[in-house]
Nanobody
Framework: QVQLVESGGGLVQAGGSLRLSCAAS????????MGWFRQAPGKEREFVVA????????YYADSVKGRFTISRDNAKKTVYLQMNSLKPEDTAVYYC??????????????????WGQGIQVTVSS
């Protein structure tokens, strides 16, 4: 099993920045990639960004390209999501996810076997 714990969420004004962290523990050697998804009220969970533990490639949703950056610290088994130029439409619960790499479709929910509890990000206008 792999446990994922997100941190760093909160309330920020439009145009501001936040950095989310996701610390992985347990059988992390079984995982190949990490991703972030988000779910706004009344909407389906959507892909945001993903990265392989090797560092390449990275995958970004069009809606966050140029504003969000994913990075990882293999020694700490932690993945970071730097979010800049935040918009009210970025408001959502953000979920960290880990994939064993069996299905390499890292932009999709079903590629990930392990999920964090989620953390709220609220961007005020």
């Amino acid at each position: 099993q792999v446990q994922l714990v997100e941190s760093g969420g909160g309330l920020v004004q439009a145009g501001g920045s936040l950095r989310l962290s996701c610390a992985a523990s347990g059988r992390t050697f079984n995982t190949d990639a990490m991703g972030w998804f988000r779910q706004a009220p009344g909407k389906e969970r959507e892909f945001v960004v993903a990265i392989r533990w090797s560092g390449v490639p990275t995958y970004y949703a069009d809606s966050v390209k140029g504003r969000f950056t994913i990075s990882r610290d293999n020694a700490k088994k932690t993945v970071y999501l730097q979010m800049n130029s935040l918009k009210p439409e970025d408001t959502a619960v953000y979920y960290c996810a880990a994939s064993r790499g069996i299905n390499g479709a890292y932009r999709t929910n079903y590629a990930y076997e392990y999920w964090g509890q989620g953390i709220q990000v609220t961007v005020s206008s």
